[in-house]
């Protein structure tokens, strides 16, 4: 495991191992893509098929989308700096970031749920419609991911403050960090195909 | 690799800076003006495009490691593959509509 070590390398690249895990976990996230792009492709086809239920111009509040996007990026820009904090070895730095992208994260899920309950409320279900079964598929997915990063991040938040940083956990957090960003890159085409897009058609 | 031991985050501060700029002049063009639907489709479309890009490098660092080239390799499949589900099954089931 130690074989081919680095040090003139970041921490997170420092072991042959360390390099592996960062390599198959972009290709993991080749298939997240991938992933996405299925639930794209079935809102893209079935976005206009109302079945007499609400449309998106009835259901979406702008208001409420834009303060979700500020939030999950804003929550990237300061895993970033968790990140950045971690390659100048201050633990400290990075503990703050990360437990403050966390809190942006449990932002923007509190407002995902208020926004789907409303939803429900305005007899918007998925059962309604196939615009509104795609809708609740492709959007619930991109919840889950962001709820699961937010356990994982904890798991790995736990493992900082008990073993400190060394090569193996900075490899976990930078691993966490790709996955949040990418998390916020979803949310990009979400915001741009799905809410603008379904407003103005 | 980022050199970025010591002063402030540049990079980051200036992904984040494009990323709203890019975010609310999506919002601007979709609903304050007045073009027709397809002009905006391709005007928010390639600005998140951009701003996806610029997430991709600015915070993912994807160029960087010995990796640096697999990576982007990688990811420029997933992107293609996913366009191509989402244009050919648009391009399929709007045939005879």
């Given at each position: ?12 690249y420092q072991?042959?191992q360390?390099?592996m895990?960062i ?8 298939a997240?893509?991938i992933?996405?792009?299925t639930?794209f ?8 098929r109302?079945?007499?239920g ?5 259901l979406?509040e702008i208001?409420?989308v834009?303060?979700?996007t ?6 990237s ?5 968790a990140i950045y904090?971690m ?11 990360f ?5 942006l ?8 749920i208020?926004?789907?309950?409303h939803y ?15 809708f609740f598929v492709l959007l619930?997915t991109h919840?889950?991911h962001?709820?699961m990063?937010?356990?994982?991040a904890t ?6 403050l008990k073993?400190?940083?060394?090569p ?7 691993i ?7 998390l916020?890159?979803?949310w990009i085409?979400i ?5 603008l897009a379904?407003?103005v058609? | 690799?980022a050199?970025?031991?010591k002063?402030?985050p540049l ?5 984040f800076i494009?990323?709203?700029?890019l975010?609310f002049a999506?919002?601007g063009?979709a ?6 639907f397809?002009?905006i ?5 390639s600005l998140a495009v951009i701003q ?6 600015m ?9 640096g080239?697999s990576?982007?390799?990688n990811?420029a499949y997933?992107f293609?593959?996913?366009?191509v589900t989402?244009?050919?099954s648009?391009?399929?089931?709007s045939?005879?509509?």
């Amino acid at each position: 495991m130690s074989a081919n070590v680095n040090t003139a390398l970041p921490l997170e690249y420092q072991t042959e191992q360390n390099r592996m895990n960062i390599l198959g976990f972009w290709i993991f996230l080749g298939a997240e893509i991938i992933l996405f792009g299925t639930l794209f492709a079935v809102f893209s086809v079935l976005s206009a098929r109302y079945a007499g239920g609400p449309t998106p111009k009835d259901l979406f509040e702008i208001k409420d989308v834009m303060v979700e996007t500020i939030l999950l990026l804003t929550s990237s820009f300061t895993c970033g700096l968790a990140i950045y904090e971690m390659r100048r070895h201050n633990r400290n730095g990075l503990l703050l970031w990360f437990i403050i992208t966390l809190l942006l994260g449990a932002g923007f899920v509190f407002m995902e749920i208020t926004e789907f309950i409303h939803y429900v409320h305005e007899g918007a279900t998925m059962q309604t419609s196939a615009f509104l079964s795609s809708f609740f598929v492709l959007l619930g997915t991109h919840g889950l991911h962001v709820s699961m990063g937010i356990g994982w991040a904890t798991m790995v938040i736990i493992q900082i403050l008990k073993r400190g940083l060394t090569p193996v956990t900075a490899r976990k957090t930078f691993i966490i960090g790709l996955y949040w960003h990418f998390l916020d890159v979803v949310w990009i085409f979400i915001f741009t195909f799905v809410y603008l897009a379904r407003m103005v058609a | 690799m980022a050199k970025n031991t010591k002063g402030f985050p540049l990079t980051h501060v200036l992904g984040f800076i494009m990323s709203l700029v890019l975010t609310f002049a999506a919002l601007g063009v979709a609903l304050k003006t007045n073009l027709p639907f397809k002009t905006i489709l391709w005007i928010i479309g390639s600005l998140a495009v951009i701003q996806a890009a610029l997430q991709l490098y600015m915070f993912m660092h994807m160029n960087e490691g010995e990796d640096g080239k697999s990576q982007i390799i990688n990811v420029a499949y997933g992107f293609f593959i996913a366009f191509v589900t989402v244009a050919g099954s648009i391009w399929v089931m709007s045939f005879g509509m």
